[in-house]
């Protein structure tokens, strides 16, 4: 087991490189650029880092030469043959060859594309401009990089036995919240936590620990080279960035109405099983599920990641109720900003109404809340979005509107489209 104190302690890039593999990065990424590859390939996008923490000023704390040598060594890799012998054969939800082999000889020749940088009012701003599949690759690792070269630069004065006091206390933390959940019938969780990770270091020690602790309730990581080195499942469906990028590519408020059931309707000609499930929030949970097609209901599951849990899934059962189909049949899986409380109320919750699992992230792989002084190391809510799409500007509006991105005029306009009305605003603090 590496001894994460002492590495931190050298501060030696080449030594821990923040991103080591282009398969450093979320299942779920290389399953929908796989859908883009073959559905939209030619889509031109533009990607954006959205720090929604402003009180947090990235570019006053990261080195901007450190920044750009970590994205510049990412954008020299490449698949290694083991990496593509992985993705060629490995069984992914019970299924080989998930990847077809026109994607794995692209994905086999891909390097990242350039990327642009600036500093403005203490943020980096960071874009990716390019073909829809290639700049999508680039949203794990630049989060990943940035959430990474500002824990090293908060760390960087410590001294060697003051990492390793801080580090225990986070293994502790840790495995406390790991103790608890194992007590009676431990909730069936996966490893969400790439994107904000404290490290990569840390995020692969999280897991061990949770599948030492938890054993077969830990069901696996959605980080691609974690799942290949520790020999467990990769985990992963789909994200917003399809629908918002879909809906920004049509011609009026019909086709707009449409847009997020196109998606699926994509999605359902490749994948089936686990890999059938739903995120409603994008424009709505409500309204998407009222006008969803019935073939639609059929699908396995569906996963809650904004607004109030206990909502989201209510309003999930009710739904499938009223189009014939069993709700604990269904699976539900939560994922927003849970921490062990809220994973044990939720799985009591719905215990034997719905099959509930849990996408543990950023508390999972980066909880070193009030460790160092001026709590210098709580996480915070970065993303990476794609903004427009053949230059037209994409928006979200999610179920907790402090989450919205976009033009307000667009916002507004895709709210009448969908019928959302007031919404309750609940802290976004992952």
């Known amino acids: 087991m590496a001894d994460i104190a002492t590495r931190v302690y050298d501060h030696k890039w080449k030594i821990d490189p923040i991103v080591?593999?282009?398969?450093d990065t979320d299942f779920y990424k290389l399953l929908m650029c796989q859908s883009v590859f073959r559905n939209r390939a030619d889509t031109q996008v533009t990607f954006s880092l959205i720090n929604r923490n402003k009180s947090i000023r990235l570019a006053d704390l990261v080195d901007e030469g450190e920044l750009r040598e970590q994205l510049d060594h990412v954008r020299s890799l490449s698949l290694s043959r083991g990496e593509s012998t992985w993705l060629r054969g490995n069984m992914f939800y019970g299924k080989r060859q998930m990847f077809r082999p026109d994607f794995m000889e692209w994905f086999e020749a891909f390097r990242l594309p350039p990327y642009h940088l600036e500093k403005r009012d203490g943020q980096y701003e960071l874009t990716f401009e390019g073909k829809w599949p290639d700049v999508m690759m680039w949203e794990i690792p630049a989060l990943a990089i940035l959430m990474e070269l500002r824990s090293r630069a908060v760390l960087k004065d410590m001294g060697r036995f003051e990492l390793q006091v801080l580090y225990a206390r986070a293994m502790t933390r840790l495995w406390e919240k790991v103790e608890k959940l194992r007590v009676g019938q431990a909730p069936r969780i996966a490893d969400f936590g790439t994107r904000r990770r404290h490290s990569f270091l840390w995020q692969d020690w999280c897991v061990q620990a949770m599948m030492e602790g938890l054993g077969s309730a830990f069901i696996g990581t959605s980080n691609c080279l974690i799942a290949m080195r520790r020999d467990i499942e990769a985990i992963g469906t789909n994200a917003h960035e399809l629908p918002m990028v879909y809906a920004a590519l049509?011609?009026?408020d019909q086709d707009l109405r449409e847009a997020p059931y196109r998606v699926l309707a994509d999605w359902q000609e490749e994948h089936e099983g686990?890999?059938?499930v739903?995120?409603?929030?994008?424009?709505?949970t409500a309204g998407f599920l009222e006008h969803a097609p019935d073939w639609l209901a059929a699908w396995t599951g569906v996963r809650i990641d904004s607004g109030d849990p206990v909502v989201g899934a209510e309003t999930a059962i009710a739904w499938w109720k009223s189009r014939g189909e069993d709700p604990r049949e269904k699976l539900v899986i939560f994922s927003d900003g849970l921490d062990v409380d809220t994973i044990l109320s939720l799985q009591a919750r719905f215990a034997g109404r719905v099959k509930a699992s849990f996408g543990w992230g950023t508390l999972l792989t980066n909880d070193f809340r009030g460790l160092v002084a001026g709590d210098g190391l709580a996480p915070f809510s970065l993303v990476c979005k794609a903004v427009s799409a053949n230059g037209r500007p994409t928006v979200k509006l999610s179920d907790?509107?402090?989450k919205a991105t976009g033009p307000a005029a667009e916002i507004e306009r895709y709210k009448?489209?969908?019928?959302v009305g007031?919404?309750?605003?609940?802290?976004?603090?992952?």
């Not at 080591?20 to 398969?23: K, V």
């Not at 739903?278 to 709505?284: K, M, N, Q, R």
């Not at 007031?422 to 992952?430: D, F, G, I, N, T």
Request: proline content about 9%; aromatic content about 6%; overall charge positive.
């Open 20 to 23: 080591r593999s282009l398969i």
């Open 250 to 252: 049509v011609e009026n």
């Open 274 to 276: 686990n890999l059938r």
């Open 278 to 284: 739903i995120l409603p929030d994008t424009f709505g």
């Open 400 to 402: 907790n509107p402090r």
């Open 416 to 419: 009448k489209v969908f019928g």
């Open 422 to 430: 007031a919404q309750s605003e609940r802290p976004v603090l992952v």
